[in-house]
């Protein structure tokens, strides 16, 4: 064949393939895909585990927080609101996920952006819990005890964005479905067990302390095994060198978050999902309290009534895998959420005593129904968790999941926050709790309010295949142009040329 240059393009001479080397390549094609599916097989299995054990310790941190409430509520003798205060402030480091995300997508640390988040993440939690466990001043002076939470829960949440992130990636690569289910599954796991041994301990030993320490050597465990799986094992893309300077990676990181959280296919579930939360009132540091020190209930039933809620969450997540899917986003997420409402309620028969009117004791009815609310709350976010990973671009995984876990975060610390308020106008103290039915109702209606805009939330819940928007500049749009037309010029003088040579 001849070599044609048009317009600067160089047309390739044709490449022919006898028969006969048509077997040996056929073999090594075979060969090739063996390897790679012996290799996916491997990478599936170190996935699995190493996503089952950070997810199952993620859940596990019920153990210590268990023991750091009781040893707030009752060694501190902290009241109600300034119980509540102690745990949303804590939880201000989950606000800043969206960072630890574009730092995850835009900055990689030995040739690898997942992993090595996870084991710092996992280094700062290990230190906080230490220090409150061997330090004597860090778990009873309070501003210690807050810089050692905000400590910890910053490890937490480089952690978990890390792990949302490198789920979401791993799972669109490989084709592999459910992954956020089984992530979801492993930490209710983890919350069956961490809370279950967190109230025996407490029962049997009241010994904080130990119980700090013991979680620092379970994330002892967790960091060995983040330091013994290589990312690039797990058929990730690994870069050693970075083509752009760390200020312009995070720039041109946060400019495709922002072009795609204003997507409307994100937009709009995000603010339902969001004003679900936001909206409603939270009072569970007056609940605890009023538990504890009115009804004197043993810390545990209330670390089994955890467990019988995580027990639920499991059971729940298991039954949204198996056929939960096909059922219409938004109708499942106006029946959970008119479920969470409802839920509220079962507080109110607690502080009403009417359930021993009914002839069930304190103990029995806090240990099966005190959860329940908390259980549907979180299993509420599964869904959109999942349309989430779906939709987030190859790149943009970090930063997109991040961005969903800091604005639930947000939420729930703003509606923590409308608690404390709510307590403080109605005038509920640890030695007054006459008005915590009203609270209880405020917080059943604010819960309905949601369902008026739930037109926000799509009707399908599976996404496949989202490409990537970009935001380009004008110049490089019309670059793009020029190119096309150049293109086509080239190729329709090419053709003339031929048909030519074909007439003479």
């Not at 012996?38 to 950070?54: A, D, F, P, R």
């Not at 939690?125 to 501003?143: D, M, N, R, T, Y």
């Not at 500049?473 to 080239?490: H, I, M």
Request: a positive charge; proline letters at 4%.
């Amino acid at each position: 064949m001849k070599e044609y240059r048009v317009s600067g393009i160089h047309f390739l001479d044709s490449v022919i393939i006898n028969p006969d080397e048509q077997i040996p390549l056929i073999v090594n094609k075979t060969k090739k895909n063996q390897i790679f599916r012996e290799k996916l097989q491997v990478g599936t299995q170190e996935m699995l585990v190493l996503c089952g054990v950070g997810y199952y310790v993620n859940g596990f941190r019920g153990f210590p927080w268990l023991a750091l409430n009781f040893h707030m509520a009752h060694n501190l003798n902290m009241n109600p609101a300034t119980l509540q205060l102690v745990q949303n402030f804590g939880n201000l480091p989950s606000v800043a996920k969206p960072l630890f995300g574009i730092l995850s997508d835009a900055i990689y640390i030995g040739g690898a952006h997942r992993i090595p988040y996870i084991s710092l993440g996992v280094v700062l939690q290990a230190l906080s819990w230490g220090s409150l466990a061997l330090i004597p001043v860090a778990s009873e002076a309070p501003l210690f005890l807050i810089a050692c939470v905000l400590f910890g829960n910053i490890g937490a949440s480089i952690a978990e964005v890390a792990k949302d992130a490198l789920v979401a990636e791993y799972g669109q690569k490989n084709k592999v479905p459910g992954l956020q289910s089984y992530a979801l599954m492993a930490s209710a796991i983890g919350g069956v067990l961490g809370n279950l041994l967190g109230g025996f301990f407490l029962m049997k030993t009241h010994q904080t302390k130990s119980m700090f320490l013991a979680f620092a050597a379970i994330l002892t465990f967790q960091l060995t095994l983040s330091l013994k799986t290589r990312e690039d094992s797990l058929g990730l893309p690994s870069y050693a060198l970075m083509r752009r300077s760390i200020p312009q990676s995070i720039k041109k990181q946060y400019s495709d978050l922002m072009v795609e959280i204003k997507d409307e296919s994100i937009f709009r579930p995000l603010v339902w999902i969001v004003s679900s939360i936001i909206t409603i009132p939270i009072l569970s540091g007056s609940v605890f309290c009023y538990q504890t020190q009115c009804l004197n209930l043993d810390p545990s039933v209330i670390g089994m009534s955890k467990v019988t809620g995580q027990l639920m969450l499991l059971s729940l997540t298991l039954l949204y895998d198996r056929f939960g899917k096909a059922i219409s986003m938004r109708k499942l997420a106006a029946i959970l959420q008119s479920s969470y409402a409802f839920a509220l309620l079962l507080d109110l028969i607690l502080v009403k005593q009417i359930n021993l009117q009914l002839g069930i004791p304190n103990e029995v009815f806090a240990l099966c129904f005190s959860g329940l609310a908390e259980t549907i709350a979180q299993f509420k976010n599964l869904p959109f968790l999942v349309l989430f990973a779906n939709l987030a671009p190859p790149g943009c995984e970090g930063s997109l999941m991040s961005f969903l876990a800091s604005a639930l975060c947000l939420s729930s610390i703003v509606g923590g926050l409308f608690g404390v308020g709510l307590a403080s106008v109605l005038g509920i103290t640890s030695g007054d709790y006459s008005s915590l039915p009203l609270g209880i109702v405020i917080q059943f209606l604010a819960a309905l309010v949601p369902l008026l805009w739930i037109g926000n939330v799509p009707n399908t819940q599976t996404v496949v295949g989202k490409v990537r928007k970009t935001s380009g500049s004008k110049r490089t749009r019309r670059n793009r142009r020029v190119g096309r037309v150049v293109l086509d010029a080239a190729y329709s003088s090419y053709r003339r040329k031929r048909e030519s040579d074909l007439q003479r």
